[in-house]
């Protein structure tokens, strides 16, 4: 099946969900459509070719480091060279300076090509995110240049064998050299991209404890570790004592190498702290959330290739007479269960991106001094990484059933997007901890006002009286858990993530269809845009209202039985 991008529904959830206009007068609408079909052919003729041997050969450990497979170099060399990881870098460190929005979909176009891949860049934007908004004049300079265009890759080194989701529990060392840099010493593990051949050097962000430093996360510093120390003319020089212990063997993503890291094993691995010493969370978190973000863009990508290869399928296999329309055998996307399945991955893919463009349009705004705008970003962040991310594991699954007996054979490559897809909710927080957050920090921070002025909005444009009762209903889901002790909250907690997501979905998916219909363009597409906006609020939006019961029930039926007795 060939890849195609998604140019057609980017551009328009850009114009009418984003509302890229308002953001950038540089963003033109034929700068966009340079920008949407140029790395659309980049993608299909340089990315999505390497998919396949990215899934069956993978990176490959050695004592000289990581080796990607066959074609990656040259592949990651030609994004550099054309650009590609400028578009939203800022325009004084060689970025083209362009709204976030428009590389997200940059990003989404070389993902959907090749997911594995796109995890380079994509952790690359998370590093320049953190050092732009805590890096010294001096790492700016040294670093942000490199890492603006893709030279330089960046990585993000939060966990340890110890220390998963409880990142507090970390303990690699940080010592001051006398110098102002430290010595780092520790062993990080599930490093996405840690180790490879595509670049000249690779950044390192490490979170590290300092000398006397306190218990959990108050005591956390960010430190910037490059895998090769900078000469005095800014090239990489001396080797910086981190070294690649091994690869794990994984489900899925077999192209991104994930790398167990060991710093310091030659009590020689040198390190600048970045922001203030103890600073570490608040530094790591600017680019966490914005790998959170990415992370549900993973989702929006692995549901657009899963769907094009299930619409590819179901229009070439012949079986079947279609029931009550003669004998002869249909393909069969003439089915009617079929047309349930395709329709539903169209609508959730649309849905799902509709989605994480609001809330990477709610980035940019933010960036530009918009404090409702980043309160309501930090009130999405949760919903895109978790909702975007269940989307993409159900499209993925949903491709496998469309498929049949085929889907669960490797070689239709339709079980290639389930296996990737399924660490898109574990990674970069669990969706358990994105649930988490939102009924704790994000629903209190300001006592419930960032949420019910975003469902008030919500409630003045929704037309469908299904769709106003999910909102009303999450006003009251919302109302109850502000007034809930916290085990009650956390009982309810992913329910409620999916009513809301899924109402926020309804109501950006209820607007879409409204657009396209008073739209002039290409029929089809808006005749798709209109029907995926129809199902999604007459069909997927009363089935949130089914978790209500879940959303208001008490925990004290979770804690009716010992852990023992969940042996049994």
Same mark, same amino acid.
């Given at each position: 099946m060939t890849f195609q991008p998604a140019i057609a529904d980017q551009r328009f959830v850009l114009d009418h969900i984003v509302r890229l206009s308002e953001l950038s007068e540089e963003a033109t609408p034929d700068l966009v459509d340079a920008v949407l079909e140029g790395v659309g052919q980049f993608a299909t003729g340089e990315w999505a070719p390497l998919e396949r041997v990215g899934d069956e050969v993978g990176a490959k450990w050695t004592e000289q480091g990581v080796v990607m497979p066959a074609g990656f170099v040259a592949a990651y060399k030609a994004y550099v060279e054309n650009g590609w990881g400028t578009i939203g870098s800022p325009v004084s460190h060689g970025g083209q300076g362009l709204p976030v929005s428009l590389a997200t979909a940059v990003i989404e176009t070389l993902g959907t090509s090749n997911i594995g891949f796109a995890l380079a860049p994509m952790l690359t934007v998370g590093a320049i995110e953190s050092l732009v908004h805590h890096g010294s004049p001096a790492q700016q300079d040294a670093y942000l240049g490199k890492l603006a265009t893709g030279e330089w890759t960046g990585t993000m080194n939060l966990t340890e064998p110890q220390a998963g989701s409880d990142v507090g529990a970390l303990r690699t060392t940080a010592t001051p050299r006398g110098d102002g840099t430290f010595l780092i010493k520790g062993t990080k593990i599930f490093i996405s991209f840690g180790d490879h051949d595509m670049a000249d050097n690779i950044v390192h962000l490490v979170l590290a404890r300092t000398p006397g430093a306190p218990a959990g996360t108050k005591g956390i510093s960010l430190f910037l570790v490059p895998k090769y120390r900078l000469n005095e003319d800014g090239t990489p020089g001396d080797f910086n004592d981190v070294r690649t212990v091994s690869i794990e063997h994984k489900m899925g993503i077999h192209a991104s190498p994930t790398c167990v890291l060991s710093f310091g094993d030659h009590d020689d691995c040198v390190g600048e702290l970045i922001g203030n010493e103890m600073g570490g969370i608040v530094a790591m978190f600017t680019m966490m959330n914005n790998a959170r973000l990415n992370v549900g863009l993973q989702g929006v990508e692995v549901a657009e290739r899963a769907t094009q290869r299930a619409v590819a399928y179901a229009r070439e296999r012949i079986q079947s007479a279609r029931a009550g329309q003669g004998r002869e055998p249909v393909a069969i996307i003439e089915h009617p269960d079929v047309r349930r399945m395709l329709m539903r991955m169209k609508a959730q893919t649309q849905a799902a991106r509709a989605l994480v463009y609001y809330a990477f349009g709610q980035l940019d705004r933010a960036n530009a001094g918009d404090p409702a705008a980043k309160a309501r970003l930090e009130l999405l962040t949760p919903l895109a990484k978790a909702h975007g991310t269940d989307l993409g594991n159900e499209v993925a699954s949903l491709g496998i059933q469309v498929h049949g007996g085929m889907g669960y054979i490797e070689e239709t490559g339709a079980a290639q997007h389930f296996r990737d897809a399924r660490i898109f909710p574990i990674y970069e927080g669990t969706n358990g901890i994105q649930a988490a957050d939102l009924v704790g920090r994000k629903l209190s921070m300001d006592n419930g006002a960032t949420l019910l002025a975003l469902l008030a909005e919500m409630r003045g444009d929704a037309e469908d009286t299904g769709l106003l009762n999910l909102i009303d209903a999450c006003e009251e889901?919302?109302?109850?858990? %502000?007034?809930? *002790? !916290?085990?009650?909250?956390?009982?309810?907690?992913?329910?409620? %993530?999916? /009513?809301?997501? !899924?109402?926020?979905?309804?109501? %950006?998916? *209820?607007?879409?269809?409204?657009?396209?219909? @008073?739209? *002039?363009?290409?029929? +089809?597409?808006?005749?798709?845009? =209109?029907?995926?906006? @129809?199902?999604?609020?007459? =069909?997927?939006?009363?089935?949130?209202?089914?978790? &209500?019961?879940? +959303? /208001?029930? &008490?925990?004290d039926v979770l804690y009716a039985v010992s852990a023992e007795e969940f042996a049994v």
């Open positions: 889901v919302g109302r109850n858990l %502000l007034a809930s *002790e !916290t085990d009650d909250r956390l009982a309810a907690s992913y329910p409620f %993530l999916t /009513m809301l997501a !899924t109402a926020v979905c309804g109501w %950006l998916m *209820e607007e879409s269809g409204r657009i396209a219909a @008073r739209s *002039e363009g290409d029929p +089809a597409f808006l005749r798709m845009k =209109q029907a995926a906006a @129809r199902f999604y609020v007459e =069909q997927i939006v009363p089935e949130a209202m089914g978790l &209500k019961a879940a +959303a /208001m029930a &008490k925990s």
